[in-house]
């Protein structure tokens, strides 16, 4: 009899350290982020945190009524949307472009993938340097543009994303491409198709999956992405790119409304939380009908 529980009872200890691990790095940062969030919590009341006069709800509604974070999600939103749809032609297409041999490949894919190695700080230190007036950028356009303040630094930071993203969605396709079987090509090619119809009956329905799963995580990458606006705008950012990731630091370390800046932090968890949800949903209405 105890040998057989403990026969039913070892897949739970081999998913005990896994477990731990998710309370410690996961669930306990969160628990204490909605325990700051509810706290009238700044520089004056930091060293005796734990007695800090709880105030519930009040820092998310002076977050949502009293800050620039309706503006913040609205611009961080926006943006995320354009560089994920943008980024998926874009890394699909190289996917297809260095999916057949040819002389000089290897070479080929790494150049691909420098964009997306590169440390954020990099990036956004080198857009910085081609975006600044009477830089690269103005000299190739033959026009001094501001680019890192006003209307154009929103287009620019989208720009400088979809360059430094869309490789993610150029490795996923790939190893979507390499997972199609030869047999299903060549069955195509005995029946005629073209490259258009195998494109849009074959390659794509395949791939569905992966691109689906590239463009949720592509969408929360550059929805919680802080060092590249941060980097390339500098803070106080310009009004048009004032991102929430950006934002939240700004309360929390130059302000020190800590209180405030959590709320911030949870209402960030939730927005990630619906793409991310729709995601699991779809997948598993997706394995319901299989």
Do not use: C
Not at 192 to 220: D, S
């Amino acid at each position: 009899m105890s040998k057989a529980v403990s026969r039913r009872q070892r897949p739970l200890w081999m998913l005990a350290p896994g477990g731990v691990l998710m309370v410690l790095v996961i669930l306990v940062p969160l628990a204490v982020a909605l325990l700051v969030s509810t706290l009238d919590l700044n520089q004056y009341t930091l060293r005796q945190w734990t007695d800090a006069p709880n105030i519930w709800l009040d820092n998310y509604r002076e977050a949502w009524t009293e800050t620039a974070l309706p503006h913040a999600i609205w611009v961080t939103v926006g943006y995320a949307v354009i560089v994920t749809i943008a980024a998926v032609p874009l890394g699909l297409a190289a996917a297809l472009a260095t999916q057949q041999r040819f002389p000089g490949r290897a070479l080929v894919r790494s150049a691909f993938l420098i964009p997306y190695v590169l440390p954020a700080f990099v990036v956004g230190t080198v857009w910085r340097t081609i975006l600044q007036p009477n830089g690269p950028a103005g000299n190739l356009l033959g026009a001094d543009y501001l680019w890192l303040n006003g209307p154009r630094s929103y287009w620019a930071l989208v720009l400088v994303q979809i360059w430094t993203s869309w490789p993610l969605l150029y490795l996923l396709a790939l190893s979507g491409l390499q997972g199609i079987p030869d047999d299903v090509h060549e069955a195509a090619a005995l029946d005629g198709a073209g490259y258009r119809a195998k494109l849009t009956r074959i390659v794509l329905p395949q791939l569905r999956g992966v691109l689906g799963l590239g463009m949720v995580i592509e969408f929360l990458h550059t929805l919680n992405s802080f060092t590249l606006p941060y980097v390339l705008f500098g803070v106080p950012a310009p009004h048009d790119v004032e991102v929430l990731p950006v934002l939240t630091y700004v309360e929390s370390f130059q302000n020190f409304k800590f209180g405030l800046s959590a709320a911030m932090a949870v209402l960030s968890l939730v927005l990630v939380a619906i793409p991310l949800s729709v995601y699991l949903r779809a997948v598993r209405l997706n394995r319901d009908e299989d």
